[in-house]
């Protein structure tokens, strides 16, 4: 279903086979990991969720760059006895390609849901993290974590929870050591989207947006420990 509060369109290659995860009115529905290159060089590993209907169109092969289209997608899910975040491309179209391995494009319109948090990086990298409610049908809503940087983080720290913002950026991946109760380090991956452009929807139409370039430091999301 087409939302035009949230897209997403990636080219990237799957790391491997779509494995079935749910199935849900009788339709299943599969995962795997899209690997997409930065003009950098570096690759982000992206969740993707596949609807049964699109693999038995496509076969999605794993030999090919592959074209999706769709929506960034979050939900909740239990790991280690809590609560966790997950965030996903959910693919609405496949389609083998030989265009542009470096695509990955975002455009999101929603609520800021927590109060963005603004800081610098021991490198005097100013940096903002925001929370953005994204609604979709049925009156759900996808709760997806957005990253800015520079004259953007400035921008971004300055707006309050319950206002609305438009963002265009991409979908990126990092991993992060956490430190465990037990003082053992362990490895996670997270995701963000970090906003190019951020304008503020109806309530500073003055405000012009901020673009950054592609070329960014890997962010760390939601108050985890910063390197």
Request: proline residues 0%.
């Given at each position: 279903m087409e939302n035009p509060n949230n897209r997403m369109t990636a080219c990237g290659r799957l790391e491997r086979a779509p494995e079935l995860s749910h199935e849900v009115m009788n339709e299943p529905f599969y995962t795997g990991t899209l690997l997409v290159k930065r003009l950098s060089g570096a690759v982000d590993r992206l969740p993707v969720t596949l609807p049964g209907k699109l693999i038995a169109e496509s076969g999605v092969p794993l030999d090919s760059l592959l074209l999706m289209t769709g929506q960034v997608r979050s939900y909740n899910k239990v790991i280690e006895g809590a609560g966790r975040l997950m965030i996903t491309l959910f693919a609405q179209s496949v389609t083998p390609?030989?265009?542009?391995?470096?695509?990955?494009?975002?455009?999101?319109?929603?609520a800021l849901c927590k109060p963005p948090v603004y800081r610098s990086t021991p490198f005097g990298r100013e940096i903002c993290d925001m929370m953005l409610a994204v609604n979709r049908a049925f009156g759900k809503s996808d709760y997806i974590p957005c990253i800015a940087w520079g004259r953007n983080a400035q921008y971004a720290s300055r707006f309050h929870v319950g206002d609305h913002l438009r963002i265009g950026g991409r979908l990126q991946s990092r991993e992060y050591q956490k430190l465990m109760d037990n003082g053992e380090y362990i490895v996670r991956n997270a995701f963000e989207v970090s906003a190019f452009t951020l304008d503020a929807v109806d309530h500073h139409p003055q405000e012009a947006a901020f673009e950054e370039a592609d070329a960014l430091p890997q962010p760390v999301h939601g108050g985890e420990e910063r390197e």
């Open positions: 390609t030989n265009d542009n391995e470096t695509l990955n494009r975002v455009e999101l319109c929603g």
